[in-house]
């Protein structure tokens, strides 16, 4: 699923091309992925909208709309959006006024999206967490959040309404670089283990961005090209491979239900 630098990748892409873009049309193959309102209102409602903002917020991308209006978008786990030519495979085609398309693929059909006159009304978003990479999540702020709870820490890490944006893959990937296990009670982690998962998390986010994402499944660019972060990662898939820092054999563990990889010599 895209994690918050695959959305973040598609968000800063789309700015340099569709703001100040109308949509003409909604083309609705799959009426499924429209959650609010029906697919008939909806088609209804999109034609004419001026698109003045686009937001990231955890792993929703928010089309703010010159009516004041939003539109919401969650990929979920296979949704991509793609810029161009109307895609064959696209389940909703968004006409901009530039004669191009929107394209939103999504061939599970898990994705979300929904058209809104008030963000906050909306849980999805009123009750994410704090976004990682704000200037506003502080070290001392991570440390008072987590000597409160009593999950385990990679389960609290992929909590939308704890931190927003951090999935599966980065949530791995920072307890890696913190050398902290994935199962190790929040509320049990020193001060420095707290500091150091903190800054873990923001380097990894940050190199996740810079690399335009990881393509570990269908994640793919608004152009249709790969992100280069999947290289990159140091845990995320590594069980039974060599440690990159200590050569022991990384192994498995479930937590929540999701395969887990860590290395049970360096994370404690
Ligand atoms: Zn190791």
Known sequence: MPELPEVETIKTDLEKII??????????????????PSAEEFAGKIKEEIIKKIIRRGKYLIFEFLSGKYLVIHLKMTGQLIYGDKNKQSKISFLLGNGQYLNFCDWRLFGEIRLIDDLEKFKGISKLGIEPLDIKFTIRMFYEMIKKKRSKIKSLLMDQSFIAGIGNIYAQESLFKAKIHPAKIALNLSKNESDKLFFSIKEVLTEAIKYRGSSINTYLDLEGRKGSMGERLRIYGR???????????????????RGTAFCPNCQK
């Open 19 to 36: 703001l100040g873009k109308k949509i003409k049309v909604a083309e609705i193959k799959a009426a499924k992925i429209i959650k609010e």
């Open 239 to 257: 069980k039974g491979k060599p440690c990159f820092r200590c050569k022991s054999i990384v192994v498995g563990m479930k937590i929540a239900g």
